[in-house]
């Protein structure tokens, strides 16, 4: 055997169980999600190959017009919150106070929370009449809080308020970021006399740049995905007026509930593709404004 | 790629604003970060707070209970067979979240997993860290690519191969899957391998020993800090993954706490608040208890994914 081959076996061999896992468990079903998109499958007959027809039956789906503006608008409201909270929190830890190791402790340990304990939780708090957010409101003289929950026009800002509880992770990835910008970056500003302002938006900011864009991506990838939270929370599952049905509860549904294996199949794979299509472009966006420094 | 190293928390940093040594500046800084940490705490003490208050206190939104109880608990802990009745006299169904079963079933599904993961993971690491072949590059950009691809578009298919294998209805699906490793640990351990130097392996090498040697008895014992975070996140990820579960089981024997608590939160007919709480605050601090132990590992596995991204 020559040299080159005995490589070949031995990185193949090596790295066998991360590319079976990846044939059976993630290029297997892609493949096979892709081939049921264009069947009618409700699991208790064969396949039936239908074409174009399931995606034919999404654009016309008020269900899935509304789900998708939903899971829009939540990716909308948490995603710009949760950076601007994240960032700002990491930029006060990253200072030289006294109980700092504290500080960075309580906000992150809610992200170790289960989600389902977390969505538990909330509707307890944020109950209307029981619950500990309006008697605080109430406490504090909002004569009329709101239901939260119950109410088609609070509930997804109820759902980012409780997503942003969990602002630790991307925090701690923000504050070793900025552990990361050399010190003399922020001595050269303040001589060339940039203000405060100055110093976060051409020091702080572009040097995070890199760690903005990864967050922003995972964010994305997340955002798309939000299900365990609005699932627990909202016991008749689309919410109030379907204010929370979001995009795969729907396809959950579609699959385990309806059992349309083949809709769900074509909504899976609008979702990889959206969710490629919205990485690709957070990529493009930000070429010119990701700076790298070299280490 | 450097690695960064553990940061001490009293450094020199933190210059921003220019005015973070004025008097002003800092007391800034500490209200804004204790009413944070406070706001951030208090659902957490009102789960405990809640859980240990009998029937009559609920509905107050008090901290602390007048009489504490641990009526809620001594619920969760009687297994189905036992009818209990309440205080009028009625009947009451079996909770579907008796602790013990579910915490059981949620530790051995945890174990069989974390094991597989770290094991799989660190192997197909070092594949791709050490060994030069042909293809490589590419298998490896594959690997990291799939980290985008969202689980509800695998869902279905693997539901029903599962389903062929006869594994619905049981946890294998829950922690078969572990033992192919995942691209975003290969990954993290890929970036441990390469920090590594080579001369210590090549001496192994040089001596005889052959590449499962050098594996087992230099890379994995020098990767320990690596695959501590592994672990670690993999069994925050099992403890609280609800959709596997929600899939793949089907009998209330095999359940995990996290389904068994949705499922205590979703029945027909109210579960009382301290109830939920208490199982709330059951599945907490087993992860709480981990989190205090290995809170330097916790937070710096999760600050490291995003630098190496």
């Known amino acids: 055997m020559t040299r080159a081959r005995r490589d070949l076996v031995a990185g193949l061999l090596w790295t066998a169980p991360w590319w079976l896992g990846f044939l059976l468990l993630t290029a297997g079903p892609l493949a096979a999600t892709l081939y049921l998109s264009f069947c009618d499958y409700s699991l208790l007959q064969p396949p039936v190959f239908t074409g174009l027809e399931n995606y034919r039956q999404l654009a016309v789906d008020p269900?899935?017009?509304?789900?998708?503006?939903?899971?829009?608008?939540?990716?909308?409201?948490?995603?710009?919150?949760?950076?601007?909270?994240?960032?700002g929190l990491a930029i006060l830890l990253n200072r030289p106070i006294r109980g700092q190791a504290f500080f960075r402790a309580a906000i992150f340990v809610p992200t170790i929370v289960p989600l389902v304990a977390a969505g538990v939780v909330w509707m307890w708090l944020l109950a209307p009449e029981s619950g500990l957010v309006n008697?605080?409101?109430?406490?504090?003289?909002?004569?009329?809080?709101?239901?939260?929950?119950?109410?088609?026009?609070?509930?997804?800002?109820?759902?980012?308020?409780?997503s942003l509880w969990?602002?630790?992770?991307?925090?701690?990835?923000?504050?070793?970021?900025?552990?990361?910008?050399?010190?003399?970056?922020?001595?050269?500003?303040?001589?060339?006399?940039?203000?405060?302002?100055?110093?976060?938006?051409?020091?702080?900011?572009?040097?995070?740049?890199?760690?903005?864009?990864?967050?922003?991506?995972?964010?994305?990838?997340?955002?798309?995905?939000?299900?365990?939270?609005?699932?627990?929370?909202?016991?008749?599952?689309?919410?109030?007026?379907?204010?929370?049905f979001f995009y795969t509860t729907y396809l959950f549904e579609n699959a385990f509930t309806n059992l349309k294996m083949g809709y769900a199949s074509a909504m899976g794979w609008v979702q990889l593709l959206i969710i490629l299509g919205l990485t690709g472009l957070t990529f493009w966006i930000s070429r010119r404004s990701v700076h790298y420094v070299s280490q | 790629m450097t690695r960064s190293t553990p940061h001490s928390t009293a450094d020199t940093r933190g210059h921003f604003?220019?005015?973070?040594?004025?008097?002003?500046?800092?007391?800034?800084?500490?209200?804004?970060?204790?009413?944070?940490?406070?706001?951030?705490?208090?659902?957490?003490?009102?789960?405990?707070?809640?859980?240990?208050?009998?029937?009559?206190?609920?509905?107050?939104?008090?901290?602390?209970?007048?009489?504490?109880?641990?009526?809620?608990?001594?619920?969760?802990?009687?297994?189905?067979?036992?009818?209990?009745?309440?205080?009028?006299?009625?009947?009451?169904?079996?909770?579907?979240?008796?602790?013990?079963?579910?915490?059981?079933?949620?530790?051995i599904v945890a174990l069989l997993s974390v094991g597989g993961m770290v094991l799989s993971s660190s192997i197909a690491a070092y594949g791709f860290a050490?060994?030069?072949?042909?293809?490589?590059?590419?298998?490896?950009?594959?690997?990291?690519?799939?980290?985008?691809?969202?689980?509800?578009?695998?869902?279905?298919?693997?539901?029903?191969?599962?389903?062929?294998?006869?594994?619905?209805?049981?946890?294998?699906?829950?922690?078969?899957?572990?033992?192919?490793?995942?691209?975003?640990?290969?990954?993290?351990?890929?970036?441990?391998?390469?920090?590594?130097?080579?001369?210590?392996?090549?001496?192994?090498?040089?001596?005889?020993?052959?590449?499962?040697?050098?594996?087992?008895?230099?890379?994995?014992?020098?990767?320990?800090?690596?695959?501590?975070?592994?672990?670690?996140?993999?069994?925050?990820y099992v403890w609280n993954d609800l959709v596997g579960p929600l899939i793949f089981l089907s009998r209330p024997e095999t359940y995990t706490l996290a389904l068994g608590l949705q499922f205590l939160q979703s029945r027909s007919g109210d579960t009382p608040w301290n109830e939920l709480m208490a199982a709330a605050t059951l599945i907490v601090v087993p992860v709480l208890i981990l989190f205090l132990f290995a809170q330097r590992a916790f937070i710096r596995g999760v600050a490291t994914s995003g630098l190496k991204g």
């Open chain 1, 166 to 244: 969990f602002v630790g992770t991307p925090m701690v990835i923000y504050l070793a970021g900025l552990q990361e910008i050399p010190l003399t970056l922020y001595e050269a500003a303040r001589l060339d006399g940039a203000s405060s302002w100055g110093q976060l938006r051409h020091v702080t900011l572009p040097g995070l740049s890199p760690i903005i864009l990864f967050n922003l991506v995972v964010a994305i990838i997340n955002a798309w995905q939000v299900f365990a939270l609005p699932y627990v929370m909202w016991r008749t599952r689309p919410g109030p007026d379907r204010a929370t």
């Open chain 2, 130 to 236: 050490r060994i030069r072949f042909p293809g490589r590059d590419i298998l490896f950009a594959i690997c990291l690519a799939t980290m985008m691809i969202p689980f509800p578009v695998l869902m279905v298919p693997q539901y029903l191969l599962f389903k062929q294998l006869g594994w619905i209805g049981t946890t294998i699906p829950l922690w078969g899957p572990a033992w192919f490793g995942s691209a975003f640990n290969v990954f993290l351990l890929r970036q441990f391998f390469v920090g590594i130097p080579y001369e210590l392996e090549e001496a192994a090498l040089l001596d005889g020993c052959s590449r499962w040697g050098v594996f087992w008895r230099i890379m994995l014992p020098l990767a320990r800090p690596a695959l501590t975070v592994v672990a670690l996140l993999h069994v925050l």
């Open chain 2, 17 to 107: 604003f220019g005015r973070t040594r004025t008097p002003t500046g800092q007391f800034f800084t500490y209200v804004t970060l204790a009413l944070v940490a406070l706001l951030w705490l208090l659902p957490l003490a009102w789960m405990l707070g809640v859980s240990l208050k009998p029937a009559e206190e609920i509905s107050s939104a008090a901290l602390l209970p007048q009489h504490p109880t641990l009526h809620a608990y001594e619920r969760l802990m009687a297994p189905a067979s036992q009818t209990t009745i309440d205080a009028t006299g009625r009947p009451v169904e079996p909770t579907p979240f008796y602790f013990p079963l579910l915490a059981r079933n949620t530790l």
């Open chain 1, 63 to 87: 269900t899935f017009r509304k789900v998708l503006v939903n899971t829009v608008v939540y990716a909308a409201l948490w995603i710009p919150t949760m950076t601007v909270l994240a960032i």
């Open chain 1, 135 to 162: 008697e605080l409101l109430r406490r504090v003289g909002v004569a009329s809080p709101p239901l939260w929950l119950e109410s088609p026009r609070w509930a997804m800002i109820a759902l980012v308020m409780v």
